[in-house]
């Protein structure tokens, strides 16, 4: 979405991958020098593939003129403000959690849009990392960063000028961004003015960063809190694994992609060669982003294959990030033995995945998560391997950590609700 010179609204909206999206013409759609995007499904609502209306951003039109948003994280209470809301006569267009913030804009009081966020944002709970286009040329583009810095969001700047305001550095690096760029603080507020940015600290609680981000979610090429690089710790998780939980085997296999780093890691600190047992076919046509990280992982599951020259006659160490409710692992696994694998040692490079979580990441009903409730013995049995091995937290903490003395200094607050049930708000 972007906004002409003229102050008008431009937006674009479809489903699918970004390379079948984004092509050059599209750009010429969108006329204007300020803009937001969102490649993401809705926060909370419905998932249907084909439901673009409920895809970010989101435009309103209010008293101070048309705001659009764009929303990583997800909003905790935001079924209670949409009933709140519903009572005093407000009328939702859409199911997501992100319409909420626009309405509360639109009745808080004050004369600019940082007044009225001032007054909205306090009401809501749990994670926001937000990106705010509108029509006033002293507040262009607003980025926020909620009080716990749940969610990662980074600005940074070309070396001509141009701001860039991203969840990741990969995209700052795609875009060119070479300049000084930093993660907003817990609480803070970037404003984009005429010619200048402008920085507001609004009220903020101790630092709860996703650790899910480095295991999971954020890309290897990232870095993510400043100077820690998420190839690295996924790397530095591998090479716990392999300390942690040595296995006489031929060799060590990645579920590709998730499970890359930190199988070259294991490899690496054991001393099993890496080899690439499972194939992700790049010839099957459009995937769509998938609701859920299972539901993505099944997607993927499609696209890989298993090696029998690789596999065959060979006792495997297969690396993965995480195991959600199991039945993608369960697939995987069985490929790999119908390849011809003698023995399969499963290396999971996080701790068991017990709690579902709330703040943004799609994980189901606890009751389907495979870990909760199941000691690491069953879960092997259930899964069908040899063995079975999984991260501690402390372990992730101390890869996320690394060796940098800079990175030990610096107050680092994560949350791990997934993994230990501890949430630091209402959970829902
Ligand atoms: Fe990240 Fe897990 Fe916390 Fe969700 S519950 S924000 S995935 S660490």
Redesign the pocket.
Known sequence: MTRDDQGHFHEYRAVGREADIFENTLFSQLPGRDGIAQNRYSTEGPKEKDNTRDQGPFLSHTSLGEVAVAHNGNLTNARELRRKLSATGAIFATQTDTEVIQHLIARAEGSTLVDRLKRALPQLQG?YAFLFLSRRSEERLIAVQDPYA?RPLTIGHTREGVWYVASETCALDALGATGSRRDLRPGEMAIFGKDRVRFEQLPARER?F????YIY?SCPDSVLEGDVSVYAARKRMGQYLAECYPVEADIVVPVPDSGVPAALGYAERSGIPYELGLIRSHHIGRTFIEPTKEQNDLALLLKHRASAAVLSGKRVVLVDDSIVKGNTSRKIIQKVRDAGAKEVHLRISSPPTT???????D?PDRRKLIAAGRSVEEIAKLLGVNSLGYLTLEDVRRAIRGSSEQTKLLDRG??????TGE?FHEAA
């Open positions: 994670a749940i709860r996703c650790i899910f981000e979610f709690h579902s979580c709330f703040y943004g990441i994980t994560y949350c791990d609700a997934c993994f949430y």
